[in-house]
């Protein structure tokens, strides 16, 4: 199941906010190396966390953590203004067509089909808010797997294994991607309307 969280509201789904900042601990410092903040109870986390991002969140049945990323407005501060503009070749992205996903996270358990309802479910969200484009923070690695599942960026620059992407939301990436996950575009756009009903019922009136 997938769930649009923001920030503010994680603290009704504890297992699944714990175990996901648990599972960002062990995936970016602990498999990636990099220089992340792990508390004292492993959970990774760090300013824009504290800033209200929204969540797209992959759940297991058992209501624990499978996957998730995390979205900001570029309007506001963003990972790849604040520390990446060396990758964008000094260009600020800031716009309220794109938003940054960063912290695309899979637990160690996970299915392989998981990044691809990860990324059908964020597709979903950008054009439900009308957004041209997420930019995004990555392991250069994960290139190959975005390409395998049919949504790959444009990348704005890589170096010391990290790139800075540009994804450009449209129905037909949306549609390729939910296949790969073995869902359909009315299964992303069930999910999503779970997670934002009153504002599914205010475009209705």
């Excluded at 504290?50 to 953590?65: E, F, R, T, W």
Aim: aromatic letters at 10%.
């Amino acid at each position: 199941m997938i769930k649009y969280l923001y920030a503010d509201s994680l603290h009704l789904f504890p297992k699944l906010a714990e175990s996901m900042f648990r599972d960002r601990a062990v995936q970016f410092r602990d498999r990636l190396n990099w220089a992340v903040q792990v508390d004292a109870k492993g959970f990774e986390s760090d300013q824009y966390d504290a800033m209200n991002p929204l969540y797209v969140i992959a759940a297991n049945c058992d209501g624990s953590h499978a996957g998730s990323m995390r979205f900001l407005p570029t309007t506001a501060e963003t990972m790849v203004n604040d520390h990446f503009l060396h990758l964008t070749q000094g260009v600020r992205i800031s716009s309220p067509l794109i938003w940054e996903c960063t912290r695309f996270c899979l637990s160690p358990k996970s299915p392989t089909i998981t990044a691809a309802a990860l990324m059908s479910a964020g597709c979903e969200l950008g054009l439900r808010f009308g957004l041209h484009h997420a930019v995004g923070v990555f392991d250069f690695r994960m290139e190959r797997i975005y390409r395998r599942l049919g949504w790959a960026p444009d990348i704005l620059g890589t170096s010391n294994g990290i790139s800075v992407g540009l994804w450009a939301f449209s129905r037909h990436a949306l549609e390729t991607v939910a296949n790969k996950a073995g869902l359909t575009a009315d299964d992303t756009a069930r999910c999503f309307d779970a997670s934002f009903p009153l504002q599914e019922n205010a475009l209705v009136a």
